[in-house]
């Protein structure tokens, strides 16, 4: 049986590489909503939140990714 660090490590790597696959290796843009159609082992799942910038799906035991905005105003910092 595998462990969680197993499946964490399985589930990332084929993210990865099923964005490498998507973007013609990092060539081609891809849209948020692709980002909705990944799927690991049969189960759907999303590799960015819609809304939060820090997304952990719930069978991950840390965060898959982290998007953030550019800030409106030169050199404003939106995190400490």
């Known amino acids: 049986m595998r462990t969680q660090e197993g499946f964490d490590r399985d589930l990332r790597q084929s993210a990865m590489q099923w964005l490498t696959r998507q973007t013609q290796d990092g060539l081609e843009p891809i849209t948020a ?15 960015k939140d819609r809304q939060a910038g820090i997304w952990k799906p719930k069978q991950l035991e840390s965060a898959l990714s982290v998007f953030t905005a550019y800030p409106k105003k030169l050199g404003a910092r939106l995190y400490d």
């Open 33 to 47: 909503e692709a980002l909705t159609e990944f799927t690991f082992e049969g189960q759907p799942i999303r590799l």
